[in-house]
């Protein structure tokens, strides 16, 4: 629609008060992308900013102490011709057939981690008019659980606003829990809380609701109430079972290694289950004392992290095969930002949004290793650049999800990315 035409539109009465109007894909105005077959996604965030150089995309050798920039651990063949990766990752380095290393990432956060992991979740820069809803959220709210009586979108980690529903309420929010073997202890009610406690609570949360119908949009109430009686009907023992580790083999257990492991394990059950996308938090207890986070000391156990991280994923890709569910699952392994090649004052590293790498497995796409190609210290991309638009519409197509299509937050169309397209490459 030409500038010409809008405004005939309008004055001929086109654009009626309260009316809808939007300019994108329901209008034929964007196009249709290819759409993959993936019907899962696990997310494993790794806070704090994982260094890309000294993971998925290796350089020069660097030295801290003499203050030379480059890598800091050597780098190992995998079994795709011509891709490499830190000596650490030797496990996952076999399976790199089944990986890409999206090394060419960027985007314009720097120095704050709360800033880029709101636009690693949401895609977009926080605004002040409006609350965008996380990557988990949309396709929740575009392709609900794949069983019934599920939740669409677990986070298994500590819950944040990034990770939130936004203007899509709280309908497409997330179930979350800390404690893989205790499973989400919100959705029981507690043993002080006896039947009579309970219905005055009911009685109370009647009222409230009445109250807040007089100044609250009725939808998002209705939202809310939606909510909570799925969450109520999540209680039982059918779904509550899934969070039973000890059912599972314990050579598989202990092949997906500690606490993290573990996660990546309830991620798989929760996946067979019929939960459409998990997000599983890397390192929540610092085992390395600074987490992703290297600036300084952090820097010297970083590959107590990149070790956990080659043993739980390796093992939850090879898991996935066996069971039939990889081609059905994409695996994202993403981060807020990465790391410079230089050394700061204290060993370690600072902060890079200029290239970073996000890694994607299985999921059924064509996966080469790695895509994209960065200069010799990993500050910029040389060959095919990745925006987290882009980035992120490939995740959506790859789910089922045009890129394109548009949200509405109130009247107002919002697109699902900012112009995002998908990595045609990695396209099935």
Known sequence: MNRRHFIQMAGAGGLAAGARFSLGAEGGAYPQFPLGKAEHCIHIWLGGGAAQIDTWDPKALGDAKAKKAGSYYPAIDTVVPGVRVCEHLPRVAKLMDRVT?????????????????????????????TVYPSIGSIIAHERGPVTEG???????????????????GAKAGFLYLLDTEAGPAGLKRSEHITDGRQARRE???????????????????????????????LAGPEFMEV????????????????EFGQRCLLARRLVQRGVRFIEVSHNMNFVNGTGWDTHNQGQLKQHILIQELDKAMSTLITDLEATGLLEKTLIVVNTEFGRPSAFDGGGGRGHQGSAFSVVLAGGGLRHRGAHGVTDDECKAPVEN????????????????????????????????????????????
Not at 104 to 125: F, K, L, Q, Y
């Open 385 to 428: 650049p990745v925006g987290v638009p882009d980035l992120f519409a490939t995740i959506f197509a790859n789910l089922g999800i045009q890129p394109l299509k548009e949200l509405f937050d109130g009247d107002r169309p919002v697109p699902i990315t900012d112009q995002g397209k998908p990595i045609a490459s990695l396209m099935a």
């Open 101 to 129: 290393a999206v090394r060419t990432v960027n985007h314009d956060v720097i120095d704050e981690h709360a800033a880029a992991s709101n636009r690693m979740h949401t895609g977009r820069n926080v605004s002040g008019t």
């Open 203 to 233: 009685t109370l949360l009647a009222s409230m609701r009445k109250t807040a119908g007089d100044f609250r949009d009725p939808k998002a109430i209705g939202g809310y109430d939606e909510a909570l009686r799925d969450s109520l009907s």
């Open 243 to 258: 969070f039973d580790l000890k059912s599972e083999k314990g050579d598989l257990r202990e092949s997906y290694g500690g």
């Open 150 to 168: 599920v939740p669409s979108y677990v986070v298994i980690g500590y819950p944040n606003f990034s990770r939130g529903p936004g203007f899509l």
